[in-house]
């Protein structure tokens, strides 16, 4: 059984950071696609951060881009995301998802995370 669980939310001023983790069983993490969406209030979910299979690299949404960075833990088996200059805009929820193929990445991610409250605000 695959599970996902995110941990690190909260509240933070703009400009600040915050650091979200993502802890994952029954997948290891340098054998598939990982990755982060997030869903605002009012708006649809989109995908912001995504590390390919194995050392196949990173991509960002230009609204994170230099900002954000995702990255493996092979001991620990997880996934996290460093988040530097916040702004209002990126408050949401934030999920981590995972799939063993790019393919089914593409279609949907087969398997996500509950989700973490992030609010940025003064």
């Known amino acids: 059984q695959v599970r996902l669980e995110e941990s690190g939310g909260g509240s933070v001023q703009p400009g600040g950071s915050l650091t979200l983790s993502c802890t994952i069983s029954?997948?290891?993490?340098?054998?598939?696609?990982v990755g982060w969406f997030r869903q605002a209030p009012g708006k649809e979910r989109e995908q912001f951060a995504i590390?390919?299979?194995?050392?196949?690299?990173?991509e960002y949404d230009d609204s994170v881009k230099d900002r954000f960075t995702v990255s493996r833990d092979n001991d620990n088996n997880d996934v996290s995301l460093q988040m530097t200059m916040l702004k209002p805009e990126d408050t949401a929820i934030y999920s981590c998802?995972?799939?063993?193929?790019?393919?089914?990445?593409?279609?949907?991610?087969?398997?996500w995370g509950q989700g973490t409250q992030v609010t940025v605000t003064p």
């Open positions: 590390a390919l299979i194995g050392n196949a690299g990173t």
């Open positions: 998802a995972a799939d063993r193929t790019l393919t089914g990445w593409g279609r949907s991610p087969a398997y």
């Open positions: 029954g997948i290891m993490v340098d054998r598939a696609c």
